[in-house]
Structure formats: C-alpha cells, structure tokens
C-alpha cells in the first residue's frame, strides 16, 4: 500500500471514528437517550427472566468474594469519623424535637409486637431462664444484695443500732463502727458473702418462678400499656443525653469490635454458610424471581430508570466521562486490525 493510500486510510478511519463518536454522544444527550437506558433495562429484565442465578456465578465465587469483602477489605482510619459525623448531624436535626415516638411507631404496629411476645411464651420463658442464670446477673445480683444488707446493718439508722445494749455501746456515726470495734466490718461482710453464695441458687430460682408466674398475658399488656402512654407522646430527640465527643467514642468503639470481630474464624464462618445456605435454596431461581423476593419488579426497574437516567446521564456529559467512555468504547474497534480487515475485504 502506497503512502498516498496509507494517508487516505488514515483519514477516512479518523472521519469515521469521529461520526461515530459524535452520533454516540449525541444518542445518549438527547431524548433517545433515556428511551436507550429503558430499552437496555428491559433486554436485562428478558435476560433475567430466564437465567438462574446459578448459571451465571456459583456459591463458591460468591463466597469467597463476600468472605474477601468482610473480613479483608481495609477500613480507613477516617471511617469513623465519617461515620460520627454524619450520626451527630442525624442525631442533632431540629426534625427529632418536632417528632413524636407516635409519628414514627403506629400503635397498631406496637400492640401488634405485643401481642407477638405474649405469644412467645416458650422463647419468653428461655430467655428469663438464660438471663437469670448468666454468671454477669448472678454476680450483679449477689453484689446488689451484699450491698444492701451492708448498707441495712451499718446505716445510721440500721439493724445494729436496734440491737438491746449495742447502741449504747456506739457513739456517733457509722464510720466509727469499724474503729471502735476493730474487725467487726470484714466479720459481717465475710459471713454476709457466704450466707448470699450459698443461697443464691435458690434465690434466683425463686426470682425466675416469680417472673414466670408474673408475667402472664394481663401483665405484659399492662406493662406495654405504660411504656406507651409514657413515651407516645415524647420527642425523639436523644440530643440532650449523648454529646457529639461520646458519640464519636461509641462510634470508635463500634468500628474496634467490627474490626476485632472481623480477625475471628467466626464471621468467615457465618458469611460462607450464608452464601452456601442462599444458594442452596434459591440457586435454581432465575434472577427475575430473586429480584421479585426484594419487591423489584420490570415496572419499578422500569420507572426508577426513568427517574434516574435522565440526571446521571446529564451528570456522566458534564463531567466529561460519558465522552471518554463513548471513546474508549468505539476507538477500540477503529484502531484495531478488524477495521483494516473490514476496509481490505471491501
């Protein structure tokens, strides 16, 4: 091929691509544009009608994906900040001082969360059960009666001061107790503490058969009925407990114990079964239905890209990528040796 040849190759691939690339650009500026975004939506909505999931990634890339993106994926240290940042600002808007709990919680949806746990007797019944037998409340528990029969006996006004003869035998306040008669306090403590842990067990045995028995159907509703009226009417606003320096910290605190939780075999454990678990019941839907299981269907697709298309396409041509997508699209072709085929073979 002659150099003439070559120059005139040259500039007719040049002419092309630039038609190509402006008729592109132009398709997608224009009205056709959004009408071109629903025709695409609709031709995956057909595809997805008839492709299961399965056939189109399996459970073990999935898997590994999810496992990679929880417990691999890095967390900036600036995260938390973003994120205390914008919980203050939700925390802090003027809307929670004009909300009421009522506006936000229907009764009818309260009451109907009511009636769900006096329904779950069983599961209420296990959880009393685990709650009370927990080492934290048992030692809580021990610790609140030790405290209080301390505090009963060595009060001002307390049971050793009611004792015939002994409150002559003490002057002043409580305090001096312990100095006049040495060893008196760590006796009573020492007798106190095992009197409680070898009645403990039977203590909150009684505890438990008490709340069993106690909380019956009439009780539970009673108690909801006060928690409502209580509340119904309060604002949402949690401004005046929580300030933004202890917003934060909780924030930071989250983020230790998902960054902490994120080092255990546990959670790779949990995402890997979920992933296995998913696929195993619902491999063999086609995406359609699966999207259906979400509430989307081709109408809301359809609708939503209505409403979309129209500024994200506006918004890809002003910042330039649409252009620089449309070209590396279409300039791939024109530089490649299947144009110069194509132009030989005519």
């Given amino acids: 091929m002659g150099q003439a040849d070559e120059s005139k190759r040259h500039g007719l691939r040049a002419r092309l691509r630039d038609a190509h690339v402006a008729f592109e650009l132009a398709w997608w ?10 025709r695409i939506g609709d ?33 900036p240290t600036h995260l938390a ?46 959880l009393i059960k685990r709650l009370l037998n927990s080492p934290v409340y048992t030692a809580l528990a021990s610790d609140v009666l030790y405290q209080g029969i301390k505090d009963y006996i060595f009060s001002d006004s ?5 004792i015939p003869g002994v409150s002559r035998l003490i002057k002043g306040s409580s305090s001096a107790v312990s100095r006049r008669m ?28 008490y709340l069993l028995e106690s909380l019956d159907e009439a009780r539970i509703r009673a108690i909801a009925d006060e928690i409502w009226n209580a509340s119904a009417d309060k604002p949402l606003s949690v401004a ?28 790779g454990v949990m995402v890997q079964t979920s992933v296995r678990q998913f696929f195993a019941r619902y491999g063999d839907h086609t995406l359609a239905e699966l999207a259906g299981h979400v509430g989307l269907d081709r109408e809301t697709l359809a609708d939503e890209i209505e409403a979309l298309a129209p500024t994200l396409i506006e918004g890809l041509d002003e910042t330039g990528l649409l252009a620089r997508l449309v070209d590396d699209q ?17």
């Fill in 29 to 38: 500026r224009g009205e056709e544009g959004a009408a071109r975004a629903r």
């Fill in 240 to 267: 005046g407990l929580i300030d933004t320096d202890e917003l934060q910290r909780l924030v930071d605190y989250g983020l230790a114990v998902w960054r902490s939780l994120r080092e255990t075999e546990y959670l």
């Fill in 43 to 75: 031709r995956v909505w057909d595809w997805a009608e008839v492709t299961r999931l399965d056939a189109v990634v399996d459970a073990e890339t999935i898997s590994e994906t999810a496992v990679r993106l929880a417990l691999d994926f890095p967390l």
């Fill in 182 to 209: 040495p060893g008196l306090e760590a006796q009573v403590e020492k007798r106190v503490r095992a009197y409680i842990e070898n009645n403990t067990a039977k203590t909150l045995a009684r505890s438990e058969a």
């Fill in 158 to 162: 307390g049971a050793i001061r009611s």
């Fill in 330 to 346: 279409i300039g791939a072709f024109y530089d490649s040796p299947a144009f110069d085929k194509a132009l030989d073979d005519d």
């Fill in 81 to 126: 900040g973003m994120i205390g940042a914008i919980a203050d600002d939700l925390v802090r808007h003027e809307i929670n001082e004009d909300t009421r709990v009522r506006d936000v919680v229907d009764q009818s949806l309260y009451d109907d969360g009511v009636a769900l746990f006096v329904a779950l007797e069983a599961l209420r019944s296990r």
